[in-house]
């Protein structure tokens, strides 16, 4: 522990004090993060913390309770919407290549991507399914509990900064043209095209707290995961289970597994490498 108003022996207090601070904000804004990972609260508090001047957690639960301003960006701290266009140019070859096929043989089919963040994972999913001939077919959810990155998302403007890096990832994936096709250049940043959005809804939902989805063919809900407890992980897993049709596909991300949940005997490994299942038919 780090922060100056805690030492080693005042672990215990900075857990209960945690406990409480979750409990708070439960009953206050309805946002469940008590069974998030603990390694992870303990980080963004402390930061939070930091740059506020602020001593111990119960200061920081009592200016969260009180000021709206002040949990919204807190509530940024919790929600870490670290993300890139083509992260894991490997994943997006094997979705391209093995299961997007699958898709085709629905007349209509709908997707469903959990954790958006900003958009561009989801931007780059529409892109894949232009080049695959499928966009026209399909809806699209992006969901995020976070409005502040939706918006973001909406928009579909980026730093240009960033695009190299995007691009190259989206050359690795097996991209057919180039990035800059599908986006127009402004000062220092690019917009990407409506073709690529209309198929998209961006919608507020929170994986803890709200309910399925109905009949999704593909579900991507890449590193959302790893920031649960393994119970919570369990329910959300639930979750996906109850909203895929039979045969229909989950993939998680790289550093998240099936494999010590009640529901990994109900899915069948696609592509273990790449975190990607298949929802059993029982
Ligand atoms: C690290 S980002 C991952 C973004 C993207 N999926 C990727 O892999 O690049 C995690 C996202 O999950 C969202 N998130 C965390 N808890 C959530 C919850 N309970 N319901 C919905 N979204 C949540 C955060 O707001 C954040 O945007």
Redesign the pocket.
Known sequence: MSHSAYNESDTELFNIELQLLLEAIFLRYGY?FRN?SKAHLKRRVLYRLGISKLSTVTELQNKVLRDREFFKDFLDDL??????MF?DPDFFRSLRENMLPKLRTYAYFKIW??????G??VYSLAILLQEEGLLDRGQVYA????QK?LEIAKEGVYQKADIEQYERNYQLSGGKKSLSDYYKSMYGSVMFNKELSNRIVFAD??????SVFADVNLI?????LI?FEKPLQDKVLGLFYESLVPSGILCL?TKESLKFSEYGKLFEELDAKQKIFKKRIL
């Open positions: 469940d998030y929600s870490i919407n670290v993300t890139e992260r991507l959990a954790g958006c963040a900003t561009e994972e969901t995020d509990f976070n990155v939902h929170n994986l803890v707290t709200d991507l809900c890449r590193n959302v920031y991300g």
